[in-house]
């Protein structure tokens, strides 16, 4: 199983609700990533959990808050976000010291 | 600050040609660089990467060129095929707590013409 599974696949939210977006992974890799990407722009980076600790967040705003529960989970829980929040929010996985990373197909997030 | 830089946006080649996209990069402390394909609606899917001490690595199709003087990689591929036709993106990582973490370059849209 080569997948990274995320859901849901697209997600409409007003500026006051809490919504969470979920990654799966079951390849037993180490290393799990966030990223956001707006249109016609690369992904970037957001957080990143190595062993189910988090070891990188990009000064993202607290309005987005990650979660590992276990090493095959990562969630993103979403607050009081703005419009200019909307994006494709990309999760992704990696098995250190092997460098590849393997995408899941995102979740098309709009903000209203 | 774009540490990566791809200054191409589009590119079109004919099938069975060799397609050919760049990319630029400022960090000299990057340890891999990568390159990715991505089609619409889907997230990006690995192609190739070359460690920063190696200058060429080759994987059936493509071909990834390093020239670390100039900080420059190139990605080629030939014989390009209608179904190459996506979104290529340049990545670089680079040890960071313990961590890899990633840059992305702007992409580059192929076109392979049947």
């Known amino acids: 199983d080569t997948e990274v599974t995320q859901t849901p696949k697209h997600l409409v939210m007003g500026m006051t609700n809490k919504k969470s977006l979920k990654c799966e992974q079951h390849?037993?890799?180490?290393?799990m990533y966030w990223y956001k990407q707006k249109a016609k722009k690369p992904p970037e980076l957001m957080f990143v959990y190595s062993y189910e600790k988090l070891s990188i967040n990009e000064s993202v705003p607290s309005r987005f808050s990650p979660e590992c529960p276990n090493s095959s989970l990562l969630n993103l829980h979403l607050h009081a976000l703005q419009p200019e929040d909307s994006a494709l929010y990309l999760c992704?996985?990696?098995?250190?010291?092997?460098?590849?990373?393997?995408f899941g197909p995102g979740t098309r997030l709009t903000v209203l | 600050d774009q540490q990566v830089k791809q200054n191409s946006p589009s590119l079109s080649v004919q099938e069975g040609r060799i397609s050919i996209l760049n990319c630029d990069y400022t960090n000299s402390m990057f340890d891999y660089f990568l390159w990715y394909k991505k089609y619409p609606a889907e997230g990006p899917t690995f192609l190739i990467s070359i460690s920063s001490i190696k200058d060429k690595n080759e994987d059936g199709r493509f071909t990834v060129f390093l020239n670390k003087s100039a900080k420059h990689l190139s990605l080629h591929i030939v014989p390009s095929q209608p179904g190459d036709s996506a979104v290529y993106f340049c990545a670089a990582s680079q040890l960071y707590s313990g961590t890899y973490k990633y840059i992305f370059g702007t992409g580059t849209r192929l076109k392979v013409l049947a």
């Open positions: 992704a996985s990696s098995q250190p010291p092997r460098n590849e990373q393997f």
């Open positions: 390849m037993g890799h180490r290393a």
